[in-house]
């Protein structure tokens, strides 16, 4: 039987220690990856394509917020992604889980709780604080852009993410290895299908998701 693999991302010590604490106690003990910022975790995702699972801080160096899951959700689609944060409340764990999180885990749960929630997800079931209660997205237009996102291409997502990092044309083309010309017509139909009329404002509306993280 295939060993279980589950990488930890968060760029606390102390608290990939907790994280660590709570996987080695569960049956069977997985198989742990750690990483302490977004590359690390893009790199671990990569290098171990039938992980399990991934606990991704929603806060690490090298990413912006729901940047880095809509990032990792777009590159590895069959990898299940359940955030960590200690910004808990509810319309954060709703955006997080529209887009694309298999589960949410607060920050200040204790290590059963992580353990529980961990195992709901690899039995296939979402993971939710027990305080959470769902509900509709109050900002309309939040609701709208979200609902745009999902018509994004996962190459589109990818790209779009990476406007955020600031990068240009060339050297987006440069790290998903296509021309500069294939990148110019994803980023016309990213522009598209968010109705907007530039890359900044294309950011812009991707960084309105963001601001339950920072209210």
Same mark, same amino acid.
């Given at each position: $039987? /295939?060993? /279980?693999?589950?990488?930890?991302?968060?760029?606390?010590?102390?608290?990939?220690?907790? !994280?660590?604490?709570?996987?080695?106690?569960?049956?069977?003990?997985?198989?742990?990856?750690?990483?302490?910022?977004?590359?690390?975790?893009? $790199?671990?995702?990569?290098?171990?394509?039938?992980?399990?699972?991934?606990?991704l801080d929603l806060s690490m160096p090298g990413v912006s917020g729901f940047s880095g899951l809509m990032a990792l959700?777009?590159?590895?689609?069959?990898?299940?992604?359940?955030?960590?944060?200690?910004?808990?409340?509810?319309?954060?764990?709703?955006?997080?889980?529209?887009?694309? *999180?298999?589960?949410?885990?607060?920050?200040?749960?204790?290590?059963?709780?992580?353990?529980?929630?961990?195992?709901?997800?690899?039995?296939?079931?979402?993971?939710?604080?027990?305080?959470?209660?769902?509900?509709?997205?109050?900002?309309?237009?939040?609701?709208?852009?979200?609902?745009?996102?999902?018509?994004?291409?996962?190459?589109?997502?990818?790209?779009?993410? $990476?406007?955020?990092?600031?990068?240009?044309? +060339? /050297?987006? *083309?440069?790290?998903?290895?296509?021309?500069? *010309?294939?990148? +110019?017509?994803?980023?016309?139909?990213?522009?598209? +299908?968010?109705?907007?009329?530039?890359?900044?404002?294309?950011?812009?509306?991707?960084? +309105?998701?963001? $601001?339950? !993280?920072?209210?």
């Amino acid at each position: $039987m /295939q060993e /279980q693999t589950i990488i930890i991302a968060d760029d606390h010590p102390l608290f990939r220690d907790a !994280l660590r604490q709570a996987v080695i106690g569960m049956e069977g003990h997985p198989d742990i990856v750690e990483a302490g910022d977004f590359a690390a975790a893009r $790199m671990a995702a990569g290098t171990h394509p039938d992980a399990e699972l991934m606990l991704l801080d929603l806060s690490m160096p090298g990413v912006s917020g729901f940047s880095g899951l809509m990032a990792l959700r777009s590159e590895f689609t069959g990898l299940p992604i359940v955030i960590i944060s200690a910004t808990d409340d509810a319309t954060t764990i709703r955006r997080a889980l529209e887009l694309g *999180a298999s589960g949410f885990i607060s920050k200040s749960s204790g290590i059963e709780d992580i353990r529980h929630g961990i195992q709901t997800v690899l039995a296939g079931d979402i993971a939710t604080p027990e305080s959470y209660r769902d509900g509709q997205e109050q900002d309309p237009d939040v609701a709208d852009l979200i609902h745009r996102l999902h018509t994004l291409t996962p190459q589109q997502s990818r790209v779009l993410t $990476m406007l955020a990092e600031g990068l240009l044309n +060339k /050297q987006i *083309a440069y790290e998903l290895g296509v021309s500069e *010309a294939t990148i +110019k017509a994803h980023v016309s139909a990213i522009l598209l +299908k968010l109705n907007v009329d530039s890359r900044t404002q294309a950011v812009i509306q991707l960084g +309105k998701i963001n $601001m339950a !993280l920072v209210a």
